[in-house]
Each structure stands twice: as structure tokens, then as C-alpha cells.
């Protein structure tokens, strides 16, 4: 069964630090990846795909299918990146999609 | 665009009674639903599949009985979580895939959530 770790629940860092929320997958087909943001008291929204290449709000992530991370990294956080974020599996074709348990970013001024 | 609500937003009842929530895609047609079950501070957790004009695909451990979805049209399915009791007591998410996404394209839009108390 596929399953999304993100082994991080709290990370703090400061305003123009870097940083990076992890995220591993395990499944052995095809997946899409998938991360999704959720300020305070709005709604889950998605921040980018893997699919895209994009970089969204100066958030990237690669897709490293030997080490099975999709690793979300920003060179310079900003007290407004301050969210829970999510990273979410799909698989090709399936309707189904697994999230893991979430990682709060906070960034201190 | 592809903005999807919930109703109501939070929601108050007695242990035993029946609770119905809405979901509704506002602006695109969603072949596919999707309801989730967020406790405090933790992840969603996917409850079940459901797609216009057939019955939802349950997850594992999820009670069809009792927490029945109906997705009778292309904006709008509903769950209904039937006999609650205290341990319902949970905040429920629904989101959507737009129609016209093809299957190679899994984007889900979340509706706002629902916030149920269980007396």
C-alpha cells in the first residue's frame, strides 16, 4: 500500500533562513506528488505537483525516485510561508490520494 | 475558479441524531468527490471515494452504514453521518476533480471543511 511520511510534525526557523520540509514516499508504481498548503483558517490549497517542475511562491520540490523524497525547499522563508503543509501521493490513474500526517512550519521574524 | 463549499460550516447535535453535510463545486463539474476526516492536529484521512451516479468506495474501517454519501449530480454530493455519537465528533473536508481534468491529471479542490459536535 502506498503511504506518505513527512517525519517532521513542528519546524521553526527564522525569516530568511532556508528551509526544507521532508517527505518520503513508499509505492512501487508511478506516483504523482503533491504538496498542499493551509494557512490559519483557510482551506487546503495546493502549493505545486511534481509534474509541473514550477516553482510556486519560491517553494520547490524534485522528485528523487531512488531515495522516494519529494522534499519541499524554499532558499528563504518568509513569516507569511507560516502554514501547515502537506504532502500527498497519487497514484497514475487512481482517484486515490494519501496524504501524510503534516508538517506546521513556523517562521520567526 | 474550481472552488468548492461546504454546508453548513459547523454543525451542533445531539448524540443519536442524524447530521447531513453538503459539498458542492461551484463554478466545474466533479466526476469525483472525495470526503475526508481530519482530527485536532492530525492528517486527513481519506473515508471514502464517491462518484456521480454509483454507490462510494468506502475506506477500510469506514462504516458505510453509517456515514452514507449520496452524489447525485455533477456539483454536489453529500454525507450523512447517521446515529452520531460523541466519537463523530470530528472536523469532515470534501474536495472535487474537475471533470474536464482527464485521469492523468489528480488535483483535488478542497471545500472549506465542517465541523461536527457530537452531544
Known amino acids: 500500500a502506498q503511504r506518505v511520511t513527512q517525519p517532521e510534525k513542528l519546524l521553526s526557523v527564522f525569516k530568511g533562513a532556508p528551509v526544507e520540509l521532508k517527505c518520503n514516499y513508499s509505492?512501487?508504481?508511478?506516483?504523482?506528488l503533491f504538496w498542499y498548503v493551509q494557512y490559519s483558517r483557510q482551506r487546503l490549497q495546493l502549493l505545486l505537483r511534481?509534474?509541473s517542475r514550477e516553482s510556486i511562491k519560491g517553494f520547490t520540490a524534485d522528485l528523487n525516485k531512488g531515495e522516494t523524497s519529494f522534499h519541499l525547499k524554499k532558499p528563504f522563508a518568509q513569516e507569511e510561508d507560516s502554514a501547515m503543509y502537506y504532502c500527498?501521493?497519487?497514484?497514475?490513474?487512481?482517484?486515490?490520494?494519501?496524504f501524510g500526517a503534516g508538517t506546521r512550519l513556523t517562521v520567526k521574524p | 475558479g474550481a472552488v468548492v463549499s461546504q454546508h453548513p460550516s459547523w454543525v451542533i447535535c445531539k448524540s443519536g441524531t442524524s447530521v447531513k453535510i453538503e459539498c458542492r463545486s461551484l463554478?466545474?463539474?466533479?466526476?469525483?468527490m472525495f470526503w475526508y476526516r481530519q482530527f485536532p492536529k492530525q492528517s486527513l484521512m481519506l473515508m471514502a471515494t464517491?462518484?456521480?451516479?454509483?454507490?462510494?468506495?468506502?475506506e477500510q474501517g469506514v462504516e458505510k452504514d453509517k456515514f452514507l454519501i449520496n452524489h447525485a449530480s455533477l456539483t454536489l454530493s453529500t454525507l450523512t453521518v447517521t446515529s452520531a455519537h460523541p466519537e463523530d465528533s470530528s472536523f469532515y473536508i470534501c474536495?472535487?476533480?474537475?471533470?474536464?481534468?482527464?485521469?492523468?491529471?489528480?488535483?483535488?479542490?478542497f471545500g472549506p471543511g465542517t465541523r461536527l459536535t457530537v452531544l
Open positions: 511534481h509534474i
Open positions: 474536495s472535487a476533480r474537475d471533470r474536464r481534468a482527464g485521469l492523468s491529471y489528480n488535483e483535488q479542490f
Open positions: 463554478d466545474f463539474q466533479a466526476t469525483t
Open positions: 464517491s462518484n456521480e451516479g454509483s454507490k462510494a468506495t468506502y
Open positions: 500527498a501521493l497519487s497514484l497514475y490513474n487512481n482517484n486515490d490520494m494519501r
Open positions: 509505492y512501487s508504481g508511478s506516483p504523482e
